[in-house]
């Protein structure tokens, strides 16, 4: 899965690369971006700034309301679940993105190991959206079987990664065209093994639904 990610792009250069209006001028995010931070995202050709992860609630051993964690991945196999049916059937946006990370190494000293697609500066993940009581709007990334590709050698998940020609059928296709989309990415994914510490800040969980 994918608890760290990289847009190295200002608003202005995303909404030129995605032909969308910047709606989200002086938006504050950094250039890698954790669950719970702010990100950039591409709904109804805006470029908009929302929280990366759906709040979940949960309760204390006596009953109370414990500070909610963000689930920043949605599995395509999870999608018609009730967590995630309601976005995805009507709010599907995309990702703006150079680059996403995986853990790698043993467990404490775990290095950054950040995939891209080569010779692309941005590209898109597909994303659902929502509004919450306690972010605002907050989005989270679909995430696939890697099997098959380039990442298949650092992670079992990856990201559904989608061609230009696929943003429309993700955004504006019906949710039965949508699912089609969330397949493996059968291009070739650069690799690039660090020895950057993984963090704790990108290790939380949960982070996939």
């Not at 792009?9 to 950094?30: H, I, P, Y």
């Not at 006596?62 to 964690?69: E, I, N, R």
């Not at 993984?198 to 290790?203: E, Q």
Request: proline letters at 7%.
């Amino acid at each position: 899965m994918c608890n760290l990610y990289r847009m190295t792009k200002n608003a202005s250069e995303v909404a030129a690369w995605f032909d969308a209006v910047e709606a989200s001028q002086g938006a504050n995010f950094a250039e890698e971006v954790y669950p719970g931070y702010s990100g950039l995202v591409v709904v109804e050709g805006t470029v908009r700034a929302m929280t990366w992860g759906f709040p979940l609630v949960l309760t204390g051993k006596q009953g109370q309301k414990l500070k909610p964690k963000p689930v920043n991945n949605a599995r395509t196999d999870k999608l018609g679940t009730f967590f995630w049916r309601h976005a995805f059937e009507n709010r599907r946006c995309l990702i703006p993105l150079t680059g996403w990370a995986e853990a790698q190494g043993t467990k404490g000293r775990m290095t950054r190991t950040w995939l891209s697609l080569p010779e692309t500066p941005i590209f898109a993940a597909a994303g659902v959206w929502r509004p919450s009581d306690e972010w605002g709007a907050c989005y989270s990334m679909v995430m696939t079987d890697s099997a098959g590709t380039d990442a298949a050698d650092v992670h079992e998940r990856m990201p559904v990664l989608l061609a230009p020609d696929d943003y429309a059928g993700w955004t504006g296709g019906t949710p039965a065209a949508a699912l089609a989309l969330c397949r493996p990415w059968d291009g070739p994914i650069a690799i690039d093994r660090t020895d950057e510490p993984w963090g704790k800040s990108a290790s939380w969980q949960p982070g996939l639904l």
